[in-house]
Nanobody
Framework: QVHVVESGGGLAQSGGSLRLSCVVSGTIFSIDNLAWFRQAPGKQRELVAG???????NYIDSVKGRFTIARDNDKKTVYLQMNDLKPEDTAVYYCTFGQTIMVDITGRSARYWGQGTQVTVSS
C-alpha cells in the first residue's frame, strides 16, 4: 500500500527559510521521479520542483535560485529546501511521484497524494 506523508511546513517571515520533507512508502522509491506541487487559495495546483531517479532537477521560474529539491533513497524521502521565502510562496505543499510527473504542471497524472503541509509566509 502506498503512503505519502509531507511535513515541515509552518509560518515564516519574508526572507526566511523552511525545509519540507516527504516520505513515500510502498513503491520502489529509487526509480521514482518525484515532485513537489503547491496550491494557494483560489489558484490551480502547480508543479514547483521535480527530481528524476538520476538526480536531474527542474523548477518553476518563480522559485529558481531560492528552492532546492533533493532526495535520499535510503530514507525514501524527498526534500524541498525553501530559502528567501516570499508571501507569494504561501500555499499547501504536496509531494507525489510518477513517470511523467516532471512535466505534469498540474499533477493530473499522479495517483497518490499526501495530506499536504501548509506554508505561510508573512510580509
Amino acid at each position: 500500500q502506498v503512503h505519502v506523508v509531507e511535513s515541515g511546513g509552518g509560518l515564516a517571515q519574508s526572507g526566511g527559510s523552511l525545509r519540507l520533507s516527504c516520505v513515500v512508502s510502498g513503491t520502489i522509491f529509487s526509480i521514482d521521479n518525484l515532485a513537489w506541487f503547491r496550491q494557494a487559495p483560489g489558484k490551480q495546483r502547480e508543479l514547483v520542483a521535480g527530481i528524476t531517479q538520476f538526480g536531474s532537477t527542474n523548477y518553476i521560474d518563480s522559485v529558481k535560485g531560492r528552492f532546492t529539491i533533493a532526495r535520499d533513497n535510503d530514507k525514501k524521502t524527498v526534500y524541498l529546501q525553501m530559502n528567501d521565502l516570499k508571501p507569494e510562496d504561501t500555499a499547501v505543499y504536496y509531494c507525489t511521484f510518477g513517470q511523467t510527473i516532471m512535466v505534469d504542471i498540474t499533477g493530473r497524472s499522479a495517483r497518490y497524494w499526501g495530506q499536504g503541509t501548509q506554508v505561510t509566509v508573512s510580509s
